[in-house]
């Protein structure tokens, strides 16, 4: 896959997608967002992706926010559009997406940027990581699910401090909050993202796929996510994973998935 804004490579099921606008410390312009909607389109049904790791080019910036540049004129519709359109097209989308989605957060992630990183299903960091939803200090708020993902990781009081004050929090603040799961070396970042994206596939990708949908239940207005949960265990039951699953445990062996 070619892009003017991304790298994309897939190597042993798990495919990096690279923001590479380093100049720009790789904020979030239209192009971009919507050449991420493209690959990660084409990468729901890639047989050769199983993971997707998502991470920013350079040695500074994950991802430096929405472009400001783009939207500094814009009216109270386009506002709304645009964070209507970018929330279904890339935020939700990835947030829902049927395969785990890691950030691996290589230096500042700051408004949008927090926001792809949140919407990831879960996050890794380097040690020289920053991370805020600057927003209010721009004068608007937080667009891309920000006002939402972030209390639901973090909790409501620090979400508000982190939104009113409009501060980055580095690596290590993340990681006591539960907003990243691991801090490593910079160099080691992507390493120990893959080993966890290749702990990841030894399991059945299916049922993976299954629980992402479970978990997501609990954060969907009017779903009641214990009863999608029952559906989706007793689905789990007809899956030819789950026979290879069970058959294996029970023959001493390890599992060796047929949907993978
Ligand atoms: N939108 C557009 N351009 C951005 C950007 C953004 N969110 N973040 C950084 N850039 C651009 C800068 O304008 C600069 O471009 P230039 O070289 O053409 O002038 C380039 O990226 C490098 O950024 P710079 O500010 O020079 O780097 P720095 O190391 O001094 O500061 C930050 C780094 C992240 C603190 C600073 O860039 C910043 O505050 N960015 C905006 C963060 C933000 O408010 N994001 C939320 C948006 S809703």
Redesign the pocket.
Known sequence: MKFENLLVETQNYITQITIN?P???????RETLHEIHQAFTALKTDQNTKVIILTGSGE??F?????????ADYSVEEGKNLAAKGQEEVFDFIANYNKPVIAAVNG?A????LELAMAAHFRTASENA?L????T??G?I??YGGTQRLPQLIGKGRAMEMIMT?K?INANQALTYGLVNHVTTPEELLSFTQKIAEKIMNNSMVAISTAIEAINANYQDGVNGFNKEIDAFGKSFGTEDFKEGTSAFLEKRKAAFPNK
């Open positions: 606008r100049k720009k410390l790789n904020a979030l312009n500074k910036a991802v430096a926010g929405a472009d400001i540049s783009e939207f500042f700051l408004g949008g940027g920053k805020g939803l600057p927003e200090s721009l608007v937080p667009g409009a980055m």
